[in-house]
């Protein structure tokens, strides 16, 4: 075999060792044994798997150790798992939220949604925070039936929103975290009502008691506390909104603020990334005695904060997990001072990182602190005092809290072993399909390294970069939400006839029929393809919020709200990594770089008509990542499905006719395949029309792109942010990947499983840049799909069927004129005077 040029760089780099994930060519495969995931990583969880309901974030264990509850967050399934012990195993069944006058319940209760909180008063007395309601719900597991409810929304309190629960069963009291206002709520529940609370740090997360519960520990997963802009109208928001962000993160103006727009402050303030001490000795007067920062602080060595996302406590100790940092946080309980940092390592791969430790729990018998590390799909096991990670338990995929009980261990694992195949069912939606699970095992004598080869943190030597030096410019499109089986499947319902493009670029050149979105929505799809791996908060988040049951409110009263993004799916400061995301990265290793339309989907965007030429009105002072915000097109419309792609297309294609020298690397943001409603008077008749405009609209720009003098060094990647909207019958996160170059293989289908960290290694390495996290450096890439025998022949342009969409017809709702002409700059300025 003819071996290809190697990037110089990394040639020497990948002689030594390179990473990928185990599953070579094999599909996913979503099952109990033998799981394959999307991407490639595999599972192989000890113990036994019962399913529960998705989203699971909230798991708490009778006293008797008899029954076993999970709060199950996620579109039309809000639900209690409860497991009830039979003998050597566990009986499953569920109570089903229900909103006010379902028809399937004939009772007045109106329950939508449960969110984290769990705890046991006796052994069938359970409490559940209900999340956007603001409530707490008092459950008779033995029935389901309510007991009452309890309100946090009194005192002058409002739209409260109730999350982690902690419960001091000797006093009666309970513990409740409010992340709307900021506060922890205590409540008698012998009264069934708050009769004290105290506002704590920013985005309070977690909450544990100390064993004499006189202490309260919170972690605030937040950076900052956000404000409306002065005069912003939620009523009329193309007249008091921003166009774009304020500013960047970090920044000067960030800081103290620039023109109307009030300034962030400071990152770094305690009440940011932190653990709040507050003294409950008397829980009528609560009050915090001291804020402790944990792990790295926003600086030279981190692009994001820590993200307590776990905490637990002993006598003497508390511990917290620092989600982006990879590490435990041990504070002495007397000294309240962080007395020692625990990193998480995987031998080979220390300077990134994904491990994503989250829940945590301390196991007396063994001495041991136990962790859920949600990106590895592992429980690491610690001897806190010698400072050492023993080992690694495998279970299920993102396990997010873990208990126990004896020597017996119990996981909540959020996304179960995946969804499968979703072709043929009634209901498709990923979000709807996703099944959490609990693994049940008793605690190992020994670790062996299951884990590792799992997640292919064991690297093959001697592999060779296959990828050409020559390639020196690199485009990658993002569209929205089709699966692979929609566009190129036997029977698509979104076949040639509607795709000509997308089927003549991967006849040209090169696709994949076993690539894979690691993502169920757009909300975390978006984060994985800029590199900010989904954390605690963004993967809660967005489960609550696509059942309706997270919503932002644009109030100064509750805080917390102003950052509930809802379905929109940029990455917000909160979330981003220690190492950043993908613009940080290209930054920092001097790669030159132009955005167009992604990042400034944030919380409360307006998206609605005549909101060109972004696409987008701000009402409050979110910013966007510093480097993307200097790097980003004004003139290009982020998400918003009344704004045409062929405007789009025509705003790209005019502003780089204008840019002598092409950035190395180009992002372009090309949604409306996602579909909506038929427009008929806008030139939109069906949905499919959505999705050829979509088609005739990436055929422009990469017809533009074969012609520029660059083409003879450039790779163009085009994919979707996820496979939500369609079905497949392979798996529902398989979706759509196709790579033009020309260096890429003439009608090439690669079956190598990979998802967006292998695309984003193919992309790094093609850019002569490091990884970036845990998941593109142990990724499997797209090496396969390239050649060292060239062909520079461009892209020929498909006319679309004019019965499904013609382009000259599209139009914005608001505007009189179709949108604009193809390629016409003087269009484009006569519709910027309009």
Not at 231 to 245: E, H, S, V, W, Y
Not at 298 to 320: E, H, L, Q
Not at 598 to 617: D, S
Request: with cysteine.
């Amino acid at each position: 075999m003819t071996r290809l040029l190697l990037i110089p760089a990394l040639a020497a780099l990948l002689a030594a060792e390179d990473y990928r994930t185990p599953a070579g060519t094999r599909p996913a495969h979503a099952k109990l044994e033998n799981t394959v995931l999307p991407g490639g990583r595999l599972l192989t969880p000890i113990g036994q798997q019962y399913f529960t309901g998705p989203g699971v974030f909230g798991l708490a264990l009778s006293p008797n150790g008899n029954t076993l509850v999970t709060a199950d967050g996620g579109p039309n399934r809000y639900s209690l798992t409860i497991l009830r012990r039979d003998r050597d195993t566990w009986r499953t069944s569920r109570i089903q939220a229900h909103a006010k006058n379902d028809p399937d319940d004939d009772s007045d209760d109106d329950w939508r949604s449960v969110f984290m909180g769990l705890a046991f008063a006796d052994d069938n007395t359970l409490y559940a925070s209900e999340g956007n309601s603001g409530r707490v719900r008092v459950v008779d597991v033995r029935d389901g039936k309510k007991r009452h409810t309890i309100n946090l929304n009194t005192d002058g309190f409002h739209d409260s929103y109730s999350g982690d629960f902690a419960l001091d069963r000797t006093r009666g009291l309970a513990y409740v975290v409010d992340q709307a206002n900021f506060r922890l709520v205590v409540v008698d529940i012998a009264r069934q009502k708050p009769v004290a609370s105290i506002r704590v740090g920013r985005l309070p997360f977690a909450v544990a008691l100390s064993p004499d519960a006189k202490r309260a520990y919170v972690t605030n997963i937040g950076i900052f506390e956000y404000k409306i802009i002065p005069g912003a109208d939620a009523n009329n928001p193309l007249k008091t909104g921003l166009l774009f962000p304020a500013f960047g993160f970090p920044s000067k103006e960030a800081e103290t603020g620039r023109a109307n727009v009030p300034g962030l402050g400071k990152p770094n303030v305690v009440e940011s990334n932190s653990v709040a001490v507050v003294d409950v000795s008397d829980a009528t007067r609560p009050k915090v005695i001291k804020f402790i920062p944990t792990g790295t602080p926003i600086g030279k060595r981190s692009d994001g904060g820590s993200s307590p996302s776990g905490v637990t406590a002993t006598a003497d100790r508390i511990f917290v997990s620092n989600a982006h940092n990879d590490s435990i946080s041990i504070i002495g309980a007397h000294s309240l001072n962080v007395e020692r940092e625990i990193p998480i390592r995987i031998p080979g791969l220390e300077t990134v990182r994904g491990v994503m430790p989250i829940g945590l729990v301390w196991d007396e018998p063994s001495s041991r602190l136990l962790v859920a590390e949600a990106g590895i799909n592992a429980i690491g096991v610690i001897d806190v005092n010698r400072g050492e990670l023993l080992g690694h338990i495998p279970v299920g995929w993102f396990p997010t809290r873990v208990t126990t009980r004896g020597e017996i261990v119990y996981v909540a694992n959020a996304k179960g072993v995946g969804t499968g195949p979703n072709k043929g069912l009634a209901r498709s939606f990923q979000a709807e399909l996703r099944r959490g699970t609990v693994s049940v095992f008793p605690m190992p004598k020994s670790f062996d390294n299951r884990f590792s080869a799992n997640n292919g943190f064991e690297p093959e030597n001697g592999e060779e970069a296959k990828l050409p030096a020559q390639i020196k410019y690199v485009v990658l499109i993002v569209k929205e939400n089709r699966t692979f089986d929609e566009v190129f499947g036997a029977d698509a319902r979104y076949g040639q006839q509607v795709t000509p493009n997308h089927h003549a670029i991967a006849k040209r050149w090169s696709t994949s029929d076993n690539f894979y979105a690691d993502s169920e929505v757009s909300v975390d799809g978006h984060h994985w393809l800029v590199g900010s791996y989904p954390d605690a908060w963004t993967e809660s988040s967005l489960m609550a919020a696509y059942g309706g049951q997270k919503d932002f409110r644009l109030t100064p009263e509750a805080p917390g709200r102003l950052l509930f993004a809802e379905s929109n799916s940029s990455v917000h400061p909160e979330e981003q990594p220690e190492a950043g995301s993908l613009w940080h990265h290209l930054e920092r290793n001097h790669i030159t770089f132009r955005n167009f339309g992604e990042g400034y989907e944030l919380a409360g965007v307006y998206e609605g008509e005549g909101a060109k030429p972004t696409g987008a009105r701000f009402l409050t002072n979110i910013p966007m990542p510093d480097p993307l915000y200097r790097n980003t097109s004004r003139n290009y419309a982020q998400f918003n499905m009344n704004i045409p792609d062929q405007y789009r297309a025509t705003q790209l294609i005019t502003e780089l006719k204008s840019t002598p020298n092409l950035p190395r690397f180009i992002y372009i943001h090309l949604p409306n395949d996602h579909t909506a409603k038929p427009r008929p008077a806008d030139g939109y008749p069906t949905d499919a029309a959505y999705v050829a405009d979509n088609d005739y609209a990436l055929g422009r720009i990469m017809r533009f792109l074969s012609q520029r003098p660059e083409w003879k060094q450039m790779a163009v990647f085009v994919t979707e942010d996820d496979s939500q909207g369609g079905v497949d019958p392979v798996d529902s996160h398989r979706t759509v990947l196709m790579i033009a170059s020309p260096y890429a293989k003439q009608g090439y289908i690669s079956h190598e499983n990979s998802s967006f960290p292998g695309l984003l290694k193919t992309i790094f390495h093609l850019l002569r840049m490091p990884p970036l996290n845990l998941y593109d450096a142990t990724a499997t890439d797209l090496s396969d799909c390239f050649t060292n025998k060239p062909d520079f022949g461009g892209f020929v342009l498909q006319p679309a069927d004019k019965q499904i969409f013609d382009p000259t017809k599209a139009r914005e709702p608001t505007h009189p004129k179709p949108s604009v002409k193809m390629d016409d700059p003087r269009a484009l300025r006569e519709q910027h005077r309009q």
